[in-house]
Structure formats: C-alpha cells, structure tokens
C-alpha cells in the first residue's frame, strides 16, 4: 500500500501547518530519514523528514498551501504499486477517498503526526553567562507580560522610499528567510520575493546572499523587543505570525479558564552565589561556567519532587489530576517571533554540571530552531527567568495543562537586617503562579518555603 505523509503536530496549540517548500518533486526517490519538504507551523519553520522509502508519487498540498493536522499532504508509492496507481487512488478527492487504503507513516506525535519535523538550522548563538543575574540568559516570560520580543513578518519601509502608513507596500517574509537574512547580512529590502503573494522565503535570501546584496544597517538582535521607529504622523499595522498568534491564543484560554492566585517570596542567595564562584573557578579547566539559574534550577526540581502536587497536570474534561515522578522542567527562551519553551526531561536526576550544559544546548537549538518536537512537550512545571533583564519580580501565567509556573527576578544586593544591623544581601525575589483547582494557598507557600531553604543553604539539597 501507498505510504500517506501527513501534517504533523510540531506542539499542543498546533491545528494547522503551512507547507512552505517542497524539497522532492513527484516521481522522485525518497529515503527513510531523507527530508522531503519544510513546513511552517505555529512555532517555526521546520524540516520534515520521510519515514518509508519509496517514489513521492503525488504532492496533494502545493507549496505556500495550508493542511489540517493529521491531513494528506502527499503520498508515496512503495515498491507493490506504480506511481500512477497512487496517483489514480488520489485523484480528484485531494487524497480523501484514498486515506482508507493508504499506509499513514508511523505516527511521530500525539496529534497523529506521520513524520518528524526537525527545526531548521541557524549560525545565531544565544549568550547564556552573566554575573549576579537570575539567569538563563537571556530567558523570555512565557506569560507576555514584558515588551512583547517579537520580529514582525512585514518589515517596515526605509525612510523616504514614499510607501505610506497603511502598510500595503510592507515586505512580506518567512520567519526563517529573516533569520538567514539576519545571519548573512541581507538586506531584505533589496530582494525580490519569490513565495506566495511576493513573500520573501529561504531561497530568495539565500541567491542574494551569494550575489553579495549588501544590508544597510545591523540587525536587530534575536531577543530585543526594539523594532524600527514608525515615521512621525504614520501608523504601522503588523499581521501576527503563527507563533505569536498561538501564543495569544493559548494564553487568553489560559486566562479565562484557570483560576490564577499568585504567591511571592524573596530570598536570600547570598550563600548560593558565593558557592557558584567557587565553584566556577574549579570548573574553569573543563569550560563550564554555572550560572545562578542552574542553581534555581536544580533547587526547583527538589522541591518539586517534595511538593508533587505542583509537578503535575490537570485535565479538566475529566476532572482529573496526573502526578508526575520525573521533574520535566520547561524552560521559556525568546525568539524573534516570539518564545518557545524547550523542556529539560529528568532534570531531577541531574548535577549541576549537566543543567547547565543541556541547557546551553537545549537554548542555543531553541535560538537556532533546532529543537525536535519531543522536546517542546512534556513538560510538568515551567520556569520563567526575566533576571537577565533587571526585572525584579513579575507575575508569569500558567501554562495548561500545568498547574504552576515560577517567575525569577534578578538577583541584586538590597539592604536587610541580619542580627539587628542592617547590611547588603544578595536577594532574589521569586512568584508562583498556581492553578486553584488543584492547588491551594497553604500547598504552594510550602513550596516556596522549601524552595527558600535549598538556595539559602545549598547543603539542604544533599538531605
């Protein structure tokens, strides 16, 4: 039987994909693992990888053309049948007819995804060391609540090139041309857009990169929120890429249907930052440099497997809480169109040594979009870092199913009393966010309370 491709679910928000190129045409040979087309979801542009062999016998979503998740997009014949046969079963009923007989490929994901998609790659790096700083570096607030950081799809004009404020003359281009634009030193002004509707894609960046099309000014860098100045007495419409729009979307819900209470502590990590020093210095042979994060981190995931009521998920169509004996801890990082959240699998089970440096990797691939699907889902707590920032606190939203969310601020020295005298401490301010239906006030400030004691006296976490 033929082998069906099919739209695969890149996340949880995901309904739909674009196709955004095809890499094979039809009638030619395909190879399990060989990546065949790259498509546009709700978070990016990733590539898609086949998983039977065979000859793409007919492509049923044409480039710049939208799918259904778990719908045909094409179809390959395998070595019992010909490609006309396919192309028979297909024809006329864009593959409907033909879904009964056809052999989806093996399901990658929850939503019936029949391939894996991998994120397209990037040179762009993220810089993940700071000093006193509540760090991943530079983390993103899944909640939106700071400056929104996203790089809007229409570019805006170039002072004086006459185009108005109604933004119709706007370039219209790919999350993943601007980031190779960005890289290369393109200027997308001065290249001719080639996708749907004069888009500017991948392909259009990369011919004017190889004629040496000059970019007039610096890119902006990939987490600033700062974007060309609108002209004086002119407006700027943007249109929401898909991954802001998912973004809203599942927020909003998130909003409206989990009843938030939020919980705040500060904490003294003093201790906590002279021991990353130390440490820091032991470890500078081998390359590794801690950051107060990783030490958030680690202390997060202890006290989560104390409080397992908050390392949990909630599903309310059965009104059912599942409990988890792992730590999957998501990670929010910001991207130009937005942020994404990677999520670190078993982190309880690890040292500091190994957070930081699968959380370098895991951040630099999210930057890059490199991040395979199975490593933006599953997460059973998030931590939202704004320290980088100087943020000192902010409240973040849960991420359902999730029952909780931490936000951290920045660590900075503030006066206290400690034995009658006022002095500097090093205090780091931190808030929960919990969902109400599953956990109450008294459950959450016992966790901030054991979170406290494990970063105010790190030998707490070897108990």
């Not at 949880?12 to 955004?20: K, P």
């Not at 939020?262 to 930052?273: C, K, L």
């Not at 808030?431 to 004691?453: I, Q």
Request: with cysteine; net charge neutral.
């Amino acid at each position: 039987m033929p082998a069906e491709i099919t739209m695969p679910q890149q996340s949880d928000t995901m309904t739909e994909g674009t196709v955004v190129k095809w890499l094979k045409k039809e009638g030619d040979k395909v190879k399990a693992g060989e990546i065949i087309a790259e498509i546009e979801t709700d978070k990016a542009t990733m590539e898609m990888e086949a998983f039977d062999s065979g000859t793409l016998a007919v492509i049923l979503v044409k480039a710049g053309e939208k799918a259904a998740v778990g719908a045909a997009i094409a179809a390959l014949a395998t070595a019992k049948e010909s490609v006309d046969d396919v192309k028979k079963k297909y024809a006329g009923g864009g593959g409907a007819g033909a879904t009964q007989t056809a052999k989806p490929q093996a399901a990658a994901s929850a939503g019936g995804a029949s391939s894996t998609p991998v994120a397209q790659s990037s040179s762009r790096t993220a810089t993940l060391e700071g000093a006193n700083t509540a760090e991943l570096k530079e983390p993103d607030d899944c909640t939106g609540h700071q400056a929104s950081r996203e790089a809007a799809t229409a570019v805006p004009p170039l002072p004086g090139n006459g185009n108005g404020g109604n933004g119709e003359n706007r370039l219209r281009v790919s999350p993943l041309a601007r980031r190779i634009a960005d890289d290369r030193g393109v200027d997308l002004h001065q290249v001719a857009g080639t996708g749907p509707g004069g888009r500017i894609v991948q392909k259009d960046v990369l011919s004017a990169a190889e004629k040496g099309t000059p970019k007039s000014a610096a890119p902006i860098p990939a987490t600033s929120s700062l974007a060309p100045r609108v002209a004086t007495g002119q407006t700027e419409k943007i249109q929401l890429t898909k991954m802001r729009t998912a973004i809203a979307t599942a927020l909003q819900r998130s909003k409206q249907n989990v009843p938030h209470f939020y919980e705040t502590m500060d904490i003294d990590v003093e201790e906590i930052s002279t021991l990353r020093e130390r440490l820091n210095h032991r470890l500078e042979k081998e390359k590794i440099r801690l950051s107060l994060g990783d030490f958030v981190t680690q202390a997060v995931a202890a006290a989560l497997k104390r409080h397992p009521i908050l390392n949990a998920t909630f599903d309310s169509a059965k009104n059912e809480i599942t409990r988890y004996g792992d730590v999957n801890l998501g990670v929010a990082v910001a991207l130009p169109d937005g942020l994404i959240v990677p999520v670190l699998k078993g982190v309880d089970q690890m040292g500091l040594k190994e957070i930081r440096q699968r959380s370098v990797d895991l951040v630099e691939r999210a930057r890059g979009q490199r991040l395979k699907g199975e490593e933006m889902k599953g997460a059973t707590f998030t931590v939202s870092n704004l320290g980088a920032f100087g943020v000192r606190e902010f409240m973040a939203i849960v991420n359902p199913p999730e029952v909780g969310i931490l936000a951290v601020g920045g660590a900075e020295k503030r006066p206290v009393v400690r034995d009658g005298e006022i002095v500097a401490r090093t205090i780091m301010t931190v808030t929960l966010s919990a969902d109400h239906r599953v956990v109450d006030g008294a459950a959450a400030a016992e966790f901030l309370r054991t979170l406290k004691g494990l970063l105010e006296e790190p030998a707490m976490q070897l108990l």
